[in-house]
């Protein structure tokens, strides 16, 4: 399960103290820090921690969003172009043996790429 997980700058290492008490590992998918806006990490967290994580994430003052699904994609809308494929970092995209796009949102990291190369606006990633 994902969940973005925003921090301020004066927050101490709170992914590695939930680790460290939970003795869940956590996954970093990518992380940025901008001087206005604080610390921003989207983590992935095995599904039967997702509570545990993210309460205690809280408890050492993070705000956590559980991020229900990876990238939205629009069948009805995706002609099938492969555009997101080589923008994709994380390899979400392929094609089936009948040239149709196949799309695994559990390796998806939201960095938008592929909605921003979508030429008929089939991909989404609304949560963030």
Not at 54 to 61: D, I, N, P, V
Request: with cysteine; net charge negative.
């Amino acid at each position: 399960m994902k969940l973005l997980v925003k921090l301020s700058h004066k927050s101490r290492p709170i992914i590695a103290e939930v680790v460290k008490d939970t003795g869940v590992l956590i996954n970093v998918d990518r992380a940025r820090s901008d001087a206005h806006e604080g610390e921003e990490a989207l983590v992935d967290v095995p599904d039967e921690s997702c509570k545990l994580i993210s309460e205690k994430m809280r408890s050492l003052g993070a705000e956590v969003s559980i991020l229900e699904e990876g990238i939205r994609h629009d069948r009805d809308e995706c002609v099938d172009c492969g555009s997101c494929i080589s923008v994709c970092p994380k390899e979400v995209f392929s094609f089936n043996s009948e040239w149709e796009l196949q799309v695994e949102t559990k390796r998806c990291i939201l960095c938008g790429r592929c909605v921003i190369a979508c030429p008929h606006q089939a991909l989404s990633n609304n949560d963030i």
